[in-house]
């Protein structure tokens, strides 16, 4: 558990840097913006390995409460729009527009369905922390009215739609392969 709580605090730990613009801004101008984006990406690729190397070794899997049955029913379809929300984050879509902080809203559903769902100690430890940088990242945003301005298209709803509902479902059919549970009827 050690492992993935080191890996949690350097990868939301350095994602929160934007939340704090004079933080962010310092580490830029002391180090130039180019060492700070490679030094960002260091650091969570770093983060994200840690994490992924804790989880995988956090032992057997105590529980801390029971999972929740609603939870674990609406998983899958939570996770196609948490899939979609991602997608439409970076494309230049009215869904982004209308919701403003679409990555922040998915990785909230995606964190909260699978913390309510899984119960485990290293499960809560992990959804419970990306749920806590979420709305504290989302709340900073807000705070900041930190929004793009851009002007819509329908074509990247469309695409945001279609491909985040293709990678939430190949991730369902994958998803005991990759992370040892079955989610879905129609897994391998």
Known sequence: ????????????????????????????????????????????????????????????????????????????????????????????????????HPMLLG?????????LANGDRAGSLLFGAFFAYALIDLASAIGRRAVASFEPEARFDVMAIVGGTVVALAVMFLHRVLFGVAVVPFGI
Not at 32 to 58: N, P, T
């Open 107 to 115: 990785t909230l559903i995606w964190a909260g369905v699978h913390f």
């Open 1 to 100: 558990m050690t492992i993935l709580g080191i890996g949690l605090l350097l990868f939301l730990g350095i994602h929160l840097l934007p939340a704090a613009p004079p933080a962010r801004r310092a580490l830029a101008g002391h180090w130039g913006e180019g060492r700070y984006k490679a030094l960002f990406s260091i650091v969570s690729a770093v983060g994200l390995v840690l994490i992924v190397v804790g989880y995988a070794q956090s032992g057997e899997r105590v529980p801390l409460f029971a999972p929740r049955p609603a939870a674990i029913a609406i998983a899958p379809y939570a996770m196609v729009v948490s899939f979609i929300l991602f997608a439409a984050a970076n494309m230049k879509s009215y869904l982004r527009r209308a919701l403003r």
